[in-house]
């Protein structure tokens, strides 16, 4: 199954890490800095947004 | 003249309870967190704050109702400066099922007390988070990661992110080895993730 285009999160099949899956503290971990990456992401797309909104009210 | 006594005793008050007691909360088909109360929630923002929030929320609204959907509400928080996780969003949306989230609209009034309610939250996110965030993931404790093991991270646990979003947030983070620093010197992944990058009407000060 390839799930390659769809855009959605894969797992490295050949990986050799302990991923720890089940850990409470790296879940909570990984979604802290997940939260504030995807605050970052948005607001950097509102400010790329605003410039041109404005520059359309200005016509 | 004796007093007589009163036979008649007051009806004893019945225990109100003055809050809508809590359904007993048993593992049942959905084993979401209990709804919040947000009418304990006192809103603290300044009327220019409310202001600059109204406008932000307002820019949402793709309908024209003065409402935005609830599948917006993460990022119009995110647009004013915070970082909740998914999670935490549906919590103070009343934890909606998909179909609310993609149905539902919600006025500013009632989205004023959850934004409050994120503010307020002691458990957000700070600088020190991130780094023993990142901490957890360094395996030779001293002070980096690797690119390869934090995209598998962001991509398997937490609230996962995608393939698109783990590549753009990791661009130019690894150094020559693949690795990524920080601690030590100013980490630009950190200075990513902390609140750097605010659009100029942002009212966070």
Known sequence: MD??????????????????????????????????????????RMKEDKPREERREQK | ??????????????????????PAPEPEVVAAPPALDLSTVKVEFTPDQQEDYKEAFGLFDRVGDAKVAYNQVADIMRALGQNPTNKEVRKVLGNPSDDDMAGKRLEFEAFLPMLQHIVNDPNKGTFDDYVEGLRVFDKEGNGTVMGAELRIVLGTLGEKMTEAEIDALMQGQEDENGSINFEGKPSSLLSLLSLRSRPKWYPFS
């Open chain 1, 3 to 44: 799930c390659r285009n769809d855009g959605s999160p894969r797992t490295h099949e050949d990986d050799i890490m302990d991923i720890p899956l089940d850990d409470p503290e790296a879940n909570k971990a990984a979604a802290k800095i997940q939260a504030s990456f995807r605050g970052h992401m948005t607001r950097k």
């Open chain 2, 1 to 22: 003249m004796a007093p007589k006594k009163d036979a008649k005793a007051a009806p004893a008050k019945k225990a109100e309870p003055a809050k809508a007691a809590a």
